[in-house]
């Protein structure tokens, strides 16, 4: 019976190990070696940003932040810096579907290393930021963890669980591994600004485009479907700021004001037939605690969202969006 149990036991850990192995060798998510910029993984967003921050931040020295979501894509970081100091090193610090709890663990990370805080733009959106599960745990979403302060082996252990009940991954693994090829550059490798017409630097007003002949297929006929089925109104999203939201909030404001910090807290807009407005409750408090000059709001209906021209998707903005804002806040208009 003994020797049955060992064999079977044998027997059921050969795969594991056998996948182990090929997790190992393979790095599937480019998070066992040094981070390269010839080859990388962009499924996690949040992760790819903080490796290039920590991997840059030795010589670029960066002293001011854009900390967003998939939203700041539509931000250029090289038009916010026409309104800081000279001498400013932006970057945008983004995550896919970024947490309250993942813009403090950036903030207080900065913090604590003693780096410059001097200029932060917060783009919030509406209701996920406060909505979601605030400590992601899956392997598109996960932090680095030396943002996060999680232990590595925990770390690896989810990200190893997540390729384990993905077969379809397995195989991928190994051929990226056998045949590497370079991973095409999306992004801006000193701001990490998203979008590659951002990689100019042009600082004129990027054009309104027609944004449903640069969808693909499917994504327009959800977002017509999502538009047809829409009231023709704004509504506003019941209040979600929570007391453990409040104490975030309030942490981030402390860092702020200790560091002497120059920031603004933006409700990102999204287009408003499939997109909700802030709730009055908590618009009151984002102001109560960052200060009423330093919040705005675009989120619900207005000149931005009520052209649909302007949004790639129901939830994502183009550049023109982010210029619009950009000016709006530190221009003083359009």
């Not at 200790?258 to 102001?287: F, H, M, N, W």
Request: charged content about 25%; hydrophobic content about 35%; proline content about 6%.
């Amino acid at each position: 019976m003994r020797l049955f149990l060992k064999r079977l036991l044998l027997f059921l850990l050969i795969p594991v190990l056998l996948l182990a192995a090929v997790y190992l060798v393979t790095d599937p998510y480019k998070t066992l070696r040094p981070f390269s910029l010839a080859y990388f993984d962009a499924t996690n967003r949040d992760y790819l940003s903080s490796e290039l921050f920590l991997m840059n931040y030795p010589e670029q020295k960066y002293d001011s932040y854009i900390f967003a979501s998939s939203r700041g894509c539509g931000i250029n970081t090289y038009h916010w810096a026409k309104y800081l100091p000279d001498g400013s090193r932006q970057f945008l610090f983004q995550a896919w579907s970024e947490s309250l709890v993942g813009i403090d663990q950036k903030v207080s990370y900065i913090d604590e290393r003693d780096y410059p805080l001097n200029n932060a733009l917060i783009l919030l959106d509406i209701p996920d930021v406060f909505d979601k599960k605030q400590v992601q745990t899956d392997a598109l979403s996960i932090k680095d963890p030396r943002i996060s302060h999680q232990s590595r082996w925990i770390h690896q252990s989810i990200l190893f669980y997540d390729f384990a009940q993905k077969p379809s991954q397995w195989l991928r693994a190994v051929q990226r591994w056998v045949s590497p090829s370079p991973t095409i550059v999306s992004f801006d490798p000193v701001t990490n600004d998203w979008d590659k017409e951002n990689h100019n630097k042009d600082l004129t007003i990027p054009p309104v485009k027609d944004s449903l002949c640069q969808m693909s297929p499917l994504t327009r006929s959800v977002f017509l479907k999502e538009i047809s089925e829409a009231p023709d109104s704004s509504w506003m999203s019941p209040p979600l700021i929570t007391k453990e939201h409040f104490i975030t909030l309030k942490h981030i404001k402390d860092v702020f004001e200790k560091r002497s910090t120059d920031y603004k807290v933006v409700i990102a807009p999204g287009y408003y037939q499939t997109s909700p407005a802030i709730s009055s409750k908590d618009l009151e408090c984002l102001r109560s605690i960052f200060g009423e000059d330093k919040v705005f709001d675009f989120s619900g209906k207005n000149d931005l969202t009520a052209d649909y021209n302007n949004f790639s998707d129901p939830g994502h903005f183009g550049l023109y969006v982010g210029w619009y804002m950009i000016e709006d806040i530190y221009g003083g208009g359009v």
